[in-house]
């Protein structure tokens, strides 16, 4: 049995109801489809999620949303006429969401929430609709029906324990179910979505609670690439890669995935199998627990930018027993997660996302670590990127440093900090933000293209 | 004006006070001379401070050290006898171990300190009458009468801030003042030694309580040398090096210098010179605040070894705020001092010297990492060994790096981790011990010899 997902771009129009729905029809063990709500039709639509938030700040704001709710329904309307389908799907669209309006329009958070998930859920009725009238058995099923069910936080649910023992019966149902993906339900009754990239986290914890044997993911593009299509011409396409290596590639640039979208997943060793709903016959990339090494051990290259770094000085601040831990406490105090501590004998580095120095923060940081730690020197170096060399096993292979630390010199970037040693997957360099892309390039060329010696 | 110290070896038999003498007569500016114990004078020899420490012991443990006390004022008798210098010279020595050994005997620490720091202070008494017997004007200056004043903390004084002032007008006595090394005197009226190579520590705050323009430190090498020069041969000298730079080799294991022995004329900036008492002519290394650079910016390669890895995993780690607080926190309860964190994404290694973990302390920590943290996995790795590549200005030197791990692969050393950021003037990568050695050797030849191409 498959759980399979499509993305927003999958589900834009008509036109891709149609191909999602042949890729359904087409392997008998889709049996779980979890979907998006209808995304771009081309470079400068406005994905629904979009105008449904639009919606929302409409009515927050001044209380009329006439506007937006016309061009809310207008998208859904065009899918129901390319397909003819049943207006009266488009009239109980029509009602839910003035219900949803009317029910929370004096509470901005749930408002929110449940506009922007209808994008999902109506979008799930008209899919079961249609492959209903392609003539297979398919059900719509709520989130609350499936056993979704998540914490009460707005924007920011989390699935809850109990949500697996239910979501474990769904096969037991007959036919085709159809899944809103991007939000559940939470015990006091109401729609809490969860972080972005909501559908990604729907159908791994459908995937995983219902005990698929695979997770099949439908997007846009035939493969995961090697490194970003942007920065190199057709770069490698990845057929199997392990969950580690995704997480580290998501991490640090990949947008295929979500930061935590996997973990469920991840937890019940299920395959996720990346595919394009646009060309399925491509093999696509498939993400495992343990994959099968032959060849270069690297098998990604990435960059991340927005990082900064508070760089310390302090005579023997080895030898001062509890100076790391006062320290960190300081970044506690001010909530900031850092992401590295480069540190020498005489100093260490803190590095972080630099949306996090906001508000006074850093003011207050740099006196506390002036005054409280008795340091010589701090001083904030912005502008970092990391850029990132992945691959499982390569921390074991002699030679990948060297090849990683020549490749950015023969690129003329000035290394600023190397990480490498708790990860056995990944190797990570610290460049000038403005270096990244160039730093990218040349490691990928490094290590992915054959040198032909002359 | 110049602060002139000898080492052990220097200061071990009548030819060797001969040829320091002949350095001091030499040189007008040489004012202020700090002495060390007669070292050893073969290899097989005893140096005079162990001598003692057996004395000590002696009388510690049963009350009789007449043959540990034959021995010490024998190495003395030798050089009095060398030098023909006044017999009474040796009456008073040991006249005043007698008194030391009655004073404390029920006191063991002070004991010890006591006859520990008679090595080096009686060896002042005996240049000084050396010197003056050559014509020049010299006194023995003890050091109550110096001002070196400390904190009384047997075996491990600290230099007490108004020492300097006192020690400041140490320059207006006439003639040569010769100070014994390795230990001050307490408030309390107590010699208290200086940790373990304190006759550098005596020179150095000497140098910059006097205010010296140059501290020179005699040994018995021509020069501090690029690599330990057990593990190549004819090593490169090093002419010029920096505060910093030495301050990075002697951590990981220069034995030139000891760890804090440098810091009080690096606070005055007052320049270091190693020389050789037996090639004074030898050209020597300077230590300095800023040198010249030209050519590779590497100065020197060192390694140490005895160090372990806890290695932690836990997915998403590096998004909970705390995490690395914590961990640095239950290291701290057990008083343990830690060099480095490398981390990754899910994962933190926590580097430090094996010696730590003993009495239980490794179990201790574990157990809490494990029930404290949450973590899915935590390991001990032990047998590490840090190889260190130091030189000012590297890091901003694009292809330092690269050099460096390209040696290590062409030697087919295995990299675990690499620390690169937080330092300026060092990269330091860790491997297996038993790699160490050819670690610094291939880094050596990397870097100190031309390649041919043919």
Redesign the interface.
Known sequence: MKVVKFGGSSLASGVQFNKVANIILSDSERKIVVVSAPGKRYSDDIKTTDLLITLAQAIIEDGDGKKALEAVLQRFADIVSDLTLDNTLLTNIDQELGKLMSQYKNDAPRLMDALMASGENQNAKLMAAYLSKRGKEATYVSPEEAGLLVTDDPGNARILPEAYEKLRKLKQKSGILVIPGFFGVSKQGHIVTFPRGGSDITGSIVAAGAEAEVYENFTDVDSVYSVNPQLVNSPKEMKEITYREM??LA?SGFSVFH??AL?PVVTKKIPVCVKNTNHPEAEGTRIVAERSQNGCPVVGIASDKGFL?I?ITK??M?????F??HL??I??DE???????????????I?LRDHQLRNGKEERILERIRTELKVEDVQVERDLAMVMVVGEGM?????I??K???A??EA????????????E????F?VDAKHADLAVQSLYYKYFTPVNHI
């Open positions: 997480r580290e991490y930061d935590e973990q770094s760089n005579y023997l080895n030898k001062e027993v509890g790391g831990r960190l406490e970044l506690e909530c900031i997660s850092f992401e590295h501590t480069p540190s020498g004998i005489d100093n260490i580095s590095i921390c074991r292979t002699v030679g440093a060297s990683a630390t020549e950015l010199a003329g970037v000035n290394i600023k900090m190397i990480n490498q040693g708790s990860s997957v990944s190797m990570m610290g």
